[in-house]
C-alpha cells in the first residue's frame, strides 16, 4: 500500500517539515492567527508571522507551542493540520504516517498531547522522536554504534543536550533558553541601555544581522528605529555587536552550565569519546556567530557546528521515519 511518511520539527519558533525523497517542503514559523470573536483559524505560518505586532483587537496571533511543548492545544491542532495538508498538497488517498520531534525532557502528558494533537490532525499513525536523537540523524552522527556522542540543539523555546551511545540518550537536560529567550533579553537590553522599545521581530533582526556570543575588538554596528520609552516617539539609535554579547550572557552561561551537567554525569567511557570527537552543535541558535567558540573555551573540548544545522531535526525525523526497524530503540512512542 501507498502510504505517505512526514517527519515533523515542532518547533517553538518554526515549523519544518520533511519528505523522504524530497527533503525539507515546509520551513515556516509556529504561529497561528485567531479570530477573538469566534475563535476561527485565519492564518497559520508565515501569514500569521506577518500579523505579530499589527492586529487589531478581533484577531490574536500568538505562537501555541511555549518551550517547545503545546500551551494551545486547539491551535497546534490547526497548525499541525494546516503543515501536513500543506506538504501532502492535491488529494490525500492515504493518511500518512507522521513523526514529530519532541524536547528530551518532555513529560508523558505532554507527549501524549502531541499524540493525540497529530492523530486528530489527520495522521493514521503517529510517532514520537526525541530532538537530541533526531539531531544527531539529520547531523549524520552515526547514533547506533558503541562510542559516545554529544550533541547541543539549540531551538526556539529549548535547548536541548544530550550524549547518545547505541542509538539512547545515556545523559541528557533540556533547559528553556533558546532563541525566544534570546530575542527578549536583546529587547529588554534595549531598553533598559538606550531607552528604546523595540519589538521581538527586531530584537530577532538585531540577533542575526550583528549578533556574537563572544566580544570584539571592532564590533559591528547596526541602526535600529523604535519608540522611546520617556516622550513615546520615534527614534532611532546605533547599537553594537558588544551591546547583544551584552544582552546574551546570562543565556549563555545557563547553556554551559547545562553542558556541564550533562558532561557530569557522563561515564568516563564516553565522556573520553566526547572529547575525542568533540561536540556537534545543530539548530537555529547554534548559528549565532562564535558561539562554539565560546562552548568551546568554557568545557575545553572542540565544538563544531554542524552542515544545515538550522534543517538537522527535521531531516532526522524524516531519516527516522523512513527506517523505522534501524531506529526503533530510538522512538519514544508510537501510535
Excluded at 124 to 140: F, L, S, V
Excluded at 181 to 208: H, P
Excluded at 300 to 306: D, K, N, R
Aim: hydrophobic residues 45%; proline residues 4%.
Amino acid at each position: 500500500m501507498f502510504i505517505k511518511k512526514i517527519g515533523i520539527d515542532l518547533g517553538t519558533t518554526y515549523t519544518l517539515v520533511h519528505l523522504p525523497k524530497k527533503g525539507i517542503v515546509i520551513n515556516e514559523p509556529s504561529v497561528v492567527a485567531v479570530s477573538v470573536t469566534d475563535k476561527k483559524i485565519l492564518a497559520v505560518g508565515d501569514e500569521a508571522k506577518e500579523m505579530i505586532g499589527r492586529t487589531p483587537e478581533s484577531i490574536v496571533a500568538s505562537r501555541p507551542l511555549k518551550d517547545g511543548v503545546i500551551a494551545d492545544y486547539k491551535a497546534t491542532e490547526a497548525m499541525l493540520r494546516y503543515f501536513i495538508n500543506k506538504a501532502l498538497g492535491g488529494i490525500k488517498l492515504f493518511r500518512p504516517e507522521v513523526m514529530v520531534a519532541v524536547p528530551a525532557g518532555i513529560t508523558s502528558t505532554e507527549r501524549r498531547a502531541v499524540i493525540d494533537a497529530t492523530i486528530a490532525a489527520g495522521a493514521r499513525a503517529a510517532y514520537i522522536i526525541k530532538e537530541p536523537i533526531a539531531a544527531a540523524i539529520g547531523a549524520n552522527i552515526p547514533i547506533g554504534t558503541a562510542s559516545g556522542h554529544m550533541i547541543i540543539d539549540i531551538g526556539g523555546g529549548t535547548s536541548e543536550i544530550a550524549v547518545i551511545s547505541l542509538g539512547g540518550i545515556v545523559a541528557a537536560k533540556s533547559v528553556r533558553i533558546g532563541g525566544n529567550r534570546f530575542d527578549s533579553a536583546i529587547s529588554e537590553f534595549i531598553r533598559r541601555k538606550y531607552g528604546l522599545a523595540v519589538g521581538e521581530r527586531t530584537a530577532e533582526n538585531i540577533k542575526i544581522e550583528i549578533g556574537s556570543a563572544l566580544y570584539a575588538e571592532d564590533p559591528d554596528m547596526m541602526d535600529i528605529r523604535g519608540r522611546d520609552m520617556i516622550s513615546g516617539l520615534p527614534k532611532t539609535v546605533n547599537i553594537t555587536s558588544n551591546d547583544v554579547t551584552e544582552a546574551l550572557q546570562k543565556d549563555l552561561e545557563g547553556i554551559i552550565q547545562a553542558v556541564k551537567e550533562v558532561l557530569n554525569q557522563t561515564p568516563p567511557e564516553l565522556s573520553a569519546d566526547v572529547i575525542d570527537k568533540g561536540i556537534i552543535m545543530s539548530g537555529g541558535g547554534s548559528l549565532l556567530r562564535n558561539i562554539d567558540q565560546l562552548i568551546s573555551r568554557a568545557i575545553g573540548v572542540p565544538v563544531y557546528v554542524a552542515d544545515d544545522s538550522l534543517l538537522c531535526v527535521a531531516k532526522g525525523t524524516g531519516i527516522a521515519l523512513d527506517n523505522l526497524e534501524t531506529y526503533k530503540r530510538s522512538i519514544l512512542a508510537t501510535r
